[in-house]
């Protein structure tokens, strides 16, 4: 498949999820070892917490699908979603949860530069190959204010010899669906997603929630200090001198 295919699918996917989708999650939720939805709601919780929110200010939620994550956000906030699904969105207008929704994606966000305090995404970063993620840090920097910080919630595993282990993990359980989730679904590599993300200027922080789920903060603190600036002034000293 190629990329529009696999997008098309993605799309298509949700959109006949989004009727139901918050009920089966909720339940998902309450059933033993469902990894896939173990801690959901906390990881949520987490990302708001880790986010740093305050009142008057931008907040951006890319692949917002339902809002579960905007029950929980105050209305001081201004928040703004994005997604490729609009059926999943239609969910949220029926919540009358004070939202301005878009359709828009991780590489494509329809707003201008440097209008979000902070960025969170939670449960959808899996859906895109390596190179879109590598893409969305550009993306996502370009609406970020200085100082904003980008919020990621989602599967993960440390490196590739951890992704072995939780394979080996799964394989010992038997659970031959988390294998193939694995399979289908691109998990983030934190080790190598951190290096893009401190490439870009970002300083970065990550924890672990539950077994497949992590959290991965970067904060766009070096953001008057762009590393091209820099290296200009090593340039400038070293000859001058
Ligand atoms: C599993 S749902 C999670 C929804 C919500 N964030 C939550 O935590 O309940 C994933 C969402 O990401 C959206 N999505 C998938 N790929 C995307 C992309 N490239 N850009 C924006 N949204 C995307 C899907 O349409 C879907 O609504």
Same mark, same amino acid.
């Given at each position: 498949m190629d990329k529009d295919q696999v997008k098309t699918k993605i799309i298509s996917c949700h959109n006949d999820q989004a009727e139901d989708y918050d009920e089966r999650v909720i339940k998902d939720c309450?059933?033993?070892?469902n990894f896939i939805r173990e801690k959901y709601f906390d990881v949520h919780k987490e990302v708001l917490r880790m986010a740093d929110l305050k009142a008057g200010e931008n907040l951006l939620d890319i =692949? $917002? =699908?339902? =809002?579960l994550l905007e !029950?929980? $956000?105050? !209305? !001081?906030i201004n928040v703004y979603g994005i997604d490729i699904s609009e059926k999943m969105m239609e969910k949220i207008k029926q919540k009358n949860l004070k939202v301005e929704l878009s359709k828009g994606s991780f590489n494509k966000i329809p707003y201008e530069d440097k209008r979000f305090n902070s960025i969170v995404s939670c +449960?959808? +970063?899996?859906?895109?190959s390596d190179k879109e993620k590598e893409d969305s840090v550009l993306e996502m920097k370009r609406v970020l204010k200085n100082k904003g910080r980008i919020v990621i919630g989602d599967f993960m595993y440390l490196n590739e010899s951890r992704k072995k282990d939780l394979i080996e993990k799964f394989q010992h359980g038997g659970r031959a669906d988390m294998i193939k989730e694995m399979e289908d679904e691109n998990f983030t590599n934190i080790d190598s997603f951190r290096k893009i993300l401190e490439e870009s200027g970002f300083d970065v922080e990550y924890k672990q929630l539950s077994t497949i789920s992590w959290i991965m903060k970067a904060n766009n603190s070096r953001a008057d200090n762009p590393s091209s600036d820099l290296k200009e002034k090593v340039y400038d000293l070293g000859y001058k001198n």
């Open positions: 309450k059933k033993p070892n =692949g $917002i =699908g339902t =809002g !029950e929980m $956000i105050s !209305e !001081e +449960f959808a +970063f899996h859906h895109l």
